[in-house]
């Protein structure tokens, strides 16, 4: 998982978005947030910036979804 799936849906949810609504608003294609939410592809730099002004996240909400600790600690092989 690359991002707080909960936590993304939930805010997503506060702000009257699903996810094609979050897609044509922030132009980044449905697919896309559907595999970053599903785990399937880690988001990139435009598109964690673009869900995070359009669902006006706090810079500790940006963090806490795209940064959790939980992510962070997870091991990664090289």
Same mark, same amino acid.
């Given at each position: 998982?690359?991002?707080?799936?909960? @936590? @993304?849906?939930? =805010?997503?949810? @506060?702000? *009257?978005?699903?996810?094609? $609504?979050?897609?044509?608003? #922030? *132009?980044?294609?449905?697919? #896309?947030?559907?595999? %970053?939410?599903? *785990? =399937? #592809?880690?988001? $990139?730099?435009? %598109?964690?910036?673009?869900?995070?002004?359009? @669902? =006006?996240? #706090?810079?500790?909400?940006? %963090?806490?979804?795209?940064? $959790?600790?939980?992510?962070?600690? =997870?091991? %990664?092989?090289?």
């Amino acid at each position: 998982m690359y991002v707080d799936k909960n @936590l @993304l849906l939930s =805010k997503m949810s @506060l702000r *009257g978005y699903n996810i094609s $609504s979050l897609a044509e608003a #922030t *132009g980044i294609n449905r697919d #896309t947030i559907s595999n %970053v939410l599903n *785990g =399937k #592809t880690a988001p $990139s730099y435009p %598109v964690m910036n673009a869900i995070f002004y359009e @669902l =006006k996240l #706090t810079p500790q909400e940006a %963090v806490d979804i795209f940064f $959790s600790n939980n992510l962070r600690n =997870k091991k %990664v092989k090289c």
